[in-house]
């Protein structure tokens, strides 16, 4: 089973790219983030013509989150039901059962600049996001939760720590928050497999950060032991970062041996 998280920045401009992604590197399951459509206008018929069906939490312009699969998709939540949101009616959070794992996509708010609201407010939505976890799941259910998380967990997660003194993604309460949720009972399934710094899923438009190796690695997969002990590859495709219009994340996937399989 391939899990795969993509963060598009507008699908709307995006699709063919998608599509393109979906026909060469076959997720079972993807989870995409910053749709930036409102559900009425998410393209269920494109996707339902490759073999998958979706599930999607849009506002409009601004962020949006889905999931497509193509072994089944039940039980669709949307937000955290009924905990407080911070960042209510942000459609952040979509979560669906794809082939016996539950599936959790979220888009985590940037925060902006340390000290603001904005800030302030990631660091309550991460919060959320764990009591929400604790609430209605167990670390030793199947489950995976993928997306922009906004966070590189730690130091081998930038280009350069120095270039982010003072900066959101790496100050210690948003490190700390996704340590939490490791701590709740989710491993980092792409480190299972890689422990090397310089790996990053993001790429500023600016300033040539792609060509000269600035990222980041804050587009992650987190599964519970279930899920951990079945992953068997990760990969960052870096190739969907190239050519005409790229997203600034790459797709990352995550590959699990089949819980029937002698050897997962």
């Not at 996001?129 to 997306?147: K, N, Q, S, V």
Request: aromatic share 10%; charged share 25%; with cysteine.
């Amino acid at each position: 089973m391939r899990l795969a998280t993509w963060n598009v920045n507008s699908l709307k401009a995006r699709l063919p790219r998608v599509e393109e992604w979906l026909a060469y590197a076959r997720p079972d399951v993807l989870c995409l983030q910053e749709t930036k459509l409102p559900d009425e206008a998410f393209p269920t018929m494109a996707f339902s013509a490759l073999g998958y069906e979706s599930a999607h939490h849009g506002q409009g312009r601004w962020n949006g989150v889905a999931v497509l699969s193509r072994v089944g998709l039940h039980d669709v939540e949307r937000g955290f039901g009924d905990l407080p949101d911070p960042y209510e009616g942000d459609a952040r959070l979509v979560a669906a059962t794809c082939g016996g794992v539950r599936v959790v996509c979220v888009y985590v708010p940037n925060g902006r600049e340390v000290g603001s609201d904005f800030y302030d407010r990631k660091l309550a939505w991460l919060g959320c996001l764990r009591e929400w976890l604790a609430r209605h799941h167990a670390p030793d259910e199947p489950l995976a939760l993928l997306g922009d998380f906004n966070v590189a967990p730690e130091d081998r997660d930038v280009w350069s720590p120095e270039a982010f003194v003072g900066s959101t993604h790496v100050t210690g309460p948003e490190r700390a928050a996704v340590a939490g949720l490791r701590e709740w009972g989710l491993v980092d399934a792409f480190r299972r497999c890689y422990e090397d710094a310089g790996l990053f899923t993001y790429w500023d438009y600016r300033r040539g950060d792609f060509h000269q190796h600035r990222g980041m690695r804050i587009d992650l997969v987190l599964v519970t032991e279930p899920v951990a002990e079945r992953v068997v590859y990760a990969l960052v495709d870096r190739n969907a970062r190239k050519g005409q219009q790229p997203s600034d994340h790459a797709p990352v996937l995550v590959d699990l041996a089949d819980p029937t399989d002698p050897a997962a």
